[in-house]
């Protein structure tokens, strides 16, 4: 491109500008109108959308965590343990796993489940550890360390 003048020079900004705003409409080209069109209000609604996935990921980590919670709370119902008591029965015997390990063995391995409340119970028996943080009874079926391996032998597994 080329300018006679000075004045011409100055009022061309160049190649800058244009993948400036390319990447602007880029992210604003699912949206409709002028959201999409229009560059001044584009940079609003991108930033806008940037802000809210920012803080979507972090609702989206707390919300897992409260399902993965919910889980392990209603598969130690059915074992008649609390959850804090399976937590810390786990820990004291050195099984050391997170929730979502936890919610995914309730879900979908519930005999896995089965043994790892027994183990935490037997041990937490062993220590002499009581339960004061919840004063309601769980209301599942009780358990011992010593039935869920006789099970497992006469199935053959």
Not at 9 to 30: M, N, S, T
Not at 62 to 78: F, G, S, V
Request: charged share 30%; hydrophobic share 40%.
């Amino acid at each position: 491109m080329v300018f006679l003048t000075l004045s011409n020079l100055i009022r061309c900004r160049g190649p800058d500008e244009f993948w400036r705003k390319r990447k602007i409409f880029r992210l604003a080209a699912h949206f409709l109108g002028r959201r999409r069109n229009t560059y001044s209000v584009a940079v609003r609604n991108v930033h806008r959308a940037l802000v809210y996935s920012t803080k979507a990921r972090a609702l989206k980590k707390e919300d897992m965590k409260n399902l993965w919670d919910t889980r392990i709370t209603a598969a130690c119902e059915q074992q008649n343990i609390t959850a804090f008591s399976l937590r810390e029965g786990l820990e004291r015997a050195d099984i050391l796993l997170d929730r979502k390990s936890l919610s995914d063995l309730a879900s979908w391995e519930p005999k896995t489940f089965e043994s790892l409340a027994a183990v935490a119970k037997q041990k937490l028996f062993f220590d002499g550890f009581v339960d004061t943080t919840d004063k309601k009874e769980p209301t599942g079926n009780d358990i011992n360390l010593n039935s869920v391996w006789l099970e497992g032998l006469k199935d053959g597994k």
